[in-house]
């Protein structure tokens, strides 16, 4: 019984763009729901039998996918960043976009798997789902209304920040 109630009590995956494409989950803590499916020994036969038009892991994961040809991924990457775990830099999205050729979008989640603060489809910065998420070394905190057109507080990363001011500063 108790495993059950351990299992029942797992979070879905939440898609950026809902609804979820075949969505491959590498990570553990997930439960599989509807297409989004949960392969807890990472990347193998059996879910690239799945065909994931997503894939969502942890960065490191999704850095080691790179040499993978993997033709169903069509959608996106969801990179899953626990507490304590390098966030995703600029470089690592731009060699996964390199790679794929699919937009990547991060998300924060906390030990159980709880989205703590998420990006969306505007892709400045993440929007932050839960009050208890503090920014962490390198952000700030952005309150201007996002392209996506929600309101909610956002996680920038500085040096994103500074790229903006220096495309601004040029185009002056
Ligand atoms: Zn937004």
Redesign the pocket.
Known sequence: MQLRNSWRKRPVLVYPIPPAPPTAILVDGFRSSGNTRVFENGWSEEAASFAPAAIAAAPAQLDALRGTPIPSLRNALIALVRPGEPRLTEDERERLWRAFRVPVFEQRIDEAGCLLASE???H?GL?IESPELPPRDGEVIETTP?????TSP?LIALERVENLRKVAAYAR
């Open positions: 969306c489809e505007a400045d929007h996002c392209g996506c057109g929600r956002r």
